[in-house]
């Protein structure tokens, strides 16, 4: 019973906790997230505005049956459950283009206290473009510049932007059984780039983005007008065609598209500072040292981007942390809360 109690405590019950700790004590409050990843994710957000009167406590929705995911946070803690003392922290998904166009869609964008990434998922800040080369400094301690990131996912973006609008229709109108996630990542996936000639995948993707759109065209051909509608509303939303990559599914971007393109890049930098090891003038010795002590040196792609911070300039996330600037400033004294953010 205790558990179960402890499982359904809504933001009263920390509202009564800092209630009973005094005026001088800072008061604490909880930030319920999707997952474990989402945890260090949702620090990086909220740190800067923990001060003498205030701190945040990140964890997940339940620590007794282990429950996780976006829909444990919102059916559990949205509602009565949160409140100034109890907020909900969550990937976007498509829910903040839906614009409530579902249930779901209404909780994330209507309550003042559930917050969301805007980009449809953390992995889409982790692969912030501007933020890649510094990933891959730190996987293979080589700070030479071989690859253009922004151009590259700057053209990614526009070849992919038509077909994501024709994604966002379809999530928006029902027809995802006919046009799914799946069926747009795997048009955009961006097979065959090489880092000497990316070129060839951007044109690939858009070759494939042309035939799937002329393929809906035929299903729907009289979309036209919906389709115009939706592309402006998002527009309204902050979507560009240079950008589209922040919203399009996070996972995909970031094991599929972002993952692999800096392996290759990371094998070419390695072997570049390699090759500056091997053809040193140093004695044999120092050299096979030297080698050893880089090799025992160098990173994980995957693991570095999960660690990446380089996203805290995207102005996507300078919108997310003014939200929550927004939630706390009518606090003065931490008392009530009023603000929409989102709406």
């Known amino acids: 019973m205790a558990n179960r109690l402890i499982d359904n405590i809504d933001s009263r019950y920390f509202e009564a906790a800092n209630a009973l700790r005094g005026k001088s004590a800072r ?11 989402d945890i260090y994710f949702w620090r990086t957000v909220l740190s800067r505005f923990e001060n003498e009167k205030r701190y945040f406590e990140v964890m997940l929705p339940s620590k007794m049956n282990l429950t996780r995911g976006k829909k444990s946070v919102l059916m559990n803690f949205v509602g009565e459950h949160v409140g100034p003392d109890m907020i909900a922290c969550v990937d976007a998904d498509f829910d903040y283009l839906m614009q409530g166009a579902t249930e ?42 071989i690859f253009d990131f922004e151009d590259y996912f700057r053209q990614f973006s526009e070849a992919c932007f038509p077909l994501f609008v024709w994604s966002v229709w379809a999530y928006r109108t029902g027809h995802h059984g006919r046009f799914s996630l799946s069926d747009f990542n795997r048009v955009i996936d961006p097979g065959g780039f090489t880092v000497q000639n990316p070129g060839v995948s951007i044109a690939n993707i858009r070759r494939k983005v ?10 729907y051909p009289n979309n036209k007008e919906a389709y115009l509608k939706v592309k402006n509303d998002i527009l ?23 993952s692999p393109i800096l392996t290759k890049i990371c094998n070419i930098l390695r072997q570049e500072r390699q090759n500056e090891i091997y053809h040193s003038q ?33 102005p996507l996330f300078l919108q997310l942390q003014d939200d929550i600037e927004d939630f706390l400033e009518p606090q003065s004294g931490e008392t009530d809360i009023t603000s929409d953010h989102q709406s």
């Open 236 to 258: 309204a939303l902050g979507v560009t065609p240079q950008t589209t990559y922040l919203y399009v599914q996070g996972h995909h971007l970031f094991d599929t598209v972002v």
């Open 27 to 37: 008061r604490r409050i909880v930030a319920y997230v999707e997952s474990y990843d």
């Open 210 to 219: 042309g035939t799937k759109i002329r393929e809906l065209q035929r299903q």
């Open 104 to 145: 779901q869609s209404r909780r994330v964008i209507n309550s003042p206290y559930v917050f969301h990434t805007y980009v449809y998922a953390i992995e889409n800040y982790q692969c912030y473009a501007p933020s890649l080369h510094d990933v891959c400094v730190a996987v293979t301690l080589n700070d030479h510049r």
């Open 282 to 314: 140093a004695h044999r010795t120092q050299k096979r040292n030297e080698m050893s002590c880089y090799e025992n040196s160098q990173q994980d792609v995957k693991s570095m981007l999960k660690k990446n911070v380089g996203y805290q300039q995207c």
